[in-house]
């Protein structure tokens, strides 16, 4: 009982957002260096290797599209468990924390989708093929940019933009695995697989390694920017209400003059 | 509950005639189509349902901002929160008003529109059924749109671009069961049932969530 009573007040210590400050302030110089180290190594590991017998130079795409898909759907993990933080806990820094991360996750989605397009040229002869796994990543795409447009819709209410985009983000999350497996039967339906899919043989060690790295390497620098982005939003609001003060205060000399 | 939900219905209906624009607008919505894609019927009735879905799915989104935004202007959205019952049932009758007000008439006005198309009797039953089937479903996960962005000014957009991904799965189901139900060898219930399914598994998110962010927006 000790254990998890002793992380939560932990935990609810950042709530303040000042210590979390400090806490970023501290930790992300060693977060971006520790990024930096990883791509450096996993960039070199992915050039290193032997390219693919059949795919040659272009299977070095992978260690870029991959992690980057990986991490579209890790990030809208991280939204939805923010979006809990919200409506369940309150917590102060969880609405902040779900903003922060929709424009990343779109980024990491349309980085997947371009690796993938760029791919599929001369893999499949195509830019672009209505296979499941890319509809579904598009669809993904499509409800970032929803949350992403409904934030900005709400801009002068952060408060309440974050607690009705937090509902919108649950319904999203509780739908995905429903939109995956539909367009997965509607797939299978209309178009049998004309197009030879890399996933028949399993990976090889060879492949396997700088692909790790790589995803780690993006998962990290996926938490660097994170924490800026949720730093840089605390302190834009911090600005709002400032502003908001010196305006009051303004108006009341002008009254009292 | 009844009464809120013929006051619903009365409303929609007398007030700017928002039940019939949405007929109106899904009939231009089809008869546009064979302007784009050509005279040629072998053609139109090949795709012919997906016009039929694809225009229902326009036409029950168009309505859906007025969902809540008329009753949160005139005050009574207040109302209907402060209410004993639960705020949960009152989306949901709130969203079964809107869908025999805007719903039904997409229903009932599709097989007409089928016979645009050239689809054969089979297509058009297999449409209308799913169509019946469907819309509910757009309707109720469209209210948990609806009532996120009932804040906002010009929400109207908004809740378009937010909910056609939700509703993605009723498309597909829903053509998929006419297109099992023309061509012979693919069975038409398992789409038909996962459609049904998808219908009532909405009917509980979407009010649920609508009421949730009811609640949030309103304070």
Redesign the interface.
């Known amino acids: 009982m000790s254990e998890p009573s002793l992380a939560i007040r932990k935990f609810s210590d950042l709530a303040n957002p000042t210590r979390f400050l400090a806490l970023v302030a501290l930790l992300w110089p060693w977060m971006a260096g520790l990024t930096l180290c990883l791509f450096a190594f996993g960039l070199y590991l992915s050039f290193a290797t032997l390219g693919d017998y059949q795919q040659g130079e272009t299977v070095r795409i992978m260690y870029i599209h991959v992690p980057a898909a990986w991490l579209s759907m890790m990030c809208y993990s991280v939204m939805a468990v923010s979006a809990l933080g919200t409506?369940v806990w309150r917590h102060p820094l969880a609405d902040v924390s779900a903003k922060a991360a929709a424009p990343l996750g779109a980024c990491f989605t349309l980085i997947a989708l371009i690796t993938g397009s760029l791919w599929g040229k001369p893999m499949w002869g195509t830019w672009w093929v209505w296979d499941a796994r890319l509809t579904s990543v598009f669809?993904l795409f499509?409800?970032y940019?929803?949350l992403i447009?409904?934030n900005r819709?709400?801009a002068d209410?952060p408060t309440?933009a974050a607690?009705?985009?937090a509902?919108?983000i649950?319904?999203?999350f509780?739908?995905i695995p429903?939109?995956k497996?539909?367009?997965e039967?509607?797939n299978t339906?209309h178009q049998p697989a004309s197009v030879v899919r890399l996933d028949g043989p399993t990976i090889d060690p060879e492949f396997l390694r700088p692909l790790m790295v790589m995803a780690v390497a993006f998962t990290l620098f996926f938490f660097t920017l994170h924490v800026l982005a949720m730093r840089n939003e605390i302190l834009r609001r911090r600005i709002s209400v400032l502003r908001r003060h010196a305006a009051r205060a303004v108006g009341r000399e002008g009254s009292d003059a | 509950m009844i009464p809120l939900l013929l006051r619903d219905i009365r409303l929609s209906v007398r007030a700017g005639g928002g039940a019939l624009i949405g007929v109106l607008f899904f009939m231009t919505v089809v008869a546009v189509i064979p302007f784009g894609v050509g005279p040629d019927l072998n053609l139109l009735s090949r795709i012919g349902p997906a016009i039929l879905w694809i225009g229902a799915l326009l036409a029950a989104l168009l309505g859906l901002d007025r969902l809540f935004q008329a009753e949160r202007e005139d005050g009574s959205l207040d109302l209907l929160l402060m209410q004993e019952t639960p705020l949960v049932l009152t989306v949901l009758v709130k969203c079964l008003a809107h869908w025999i007000a805007t719903g039904l008439p997409l229903v009932i006005a599709a097989p007409l529109l089928g016979l645009f198309m050239n689809m054969d009797e089979v297509a058009i039953g297999a449409t209308t059924l799913t169509l019946l089937a469907g819309t509910p479903a757009i309707t109720f996960?469209g209210a948990?749109?609806a009532?996120?962005?009932v804040?906002?000014p010009?929400?109207g957009l908004?809740v378009s671009?937010?909910v056609?991904?939700?509703a993605?799965?009723v498309l597909?189901?829903g053509v998929?069961a006419v297109?099992a139900a023309i061509e012979d060898p693919?069975p038409f219930l398992p789409?038909f049932l996962?459609l049904v399914a998808?219908n009532l598994?909405f009917a509980v998110?979407g009010p649920v969530?609508a009421a949730?962010?009811l609640r949030?927006?309103s304070?």
């Open positions: 409506l669809v499509l409800m940019l929803g447009a409904l819709a709400m209410d309440r607690k009705v985009g509902v919108l649950l319904v999203g509780v739908n429903i939109i497996f539909s367009v039967w509607w339906l | 996960i948990a749109g009532a996120i962005a804040a906002l010009r929400g908004l671009i937010l056609l991904p939700l993605i799965p597909i189901f998929s297109h693919a789409p996962i998808i598994f998110i969530a949730a962010a949030l927006s304070d």
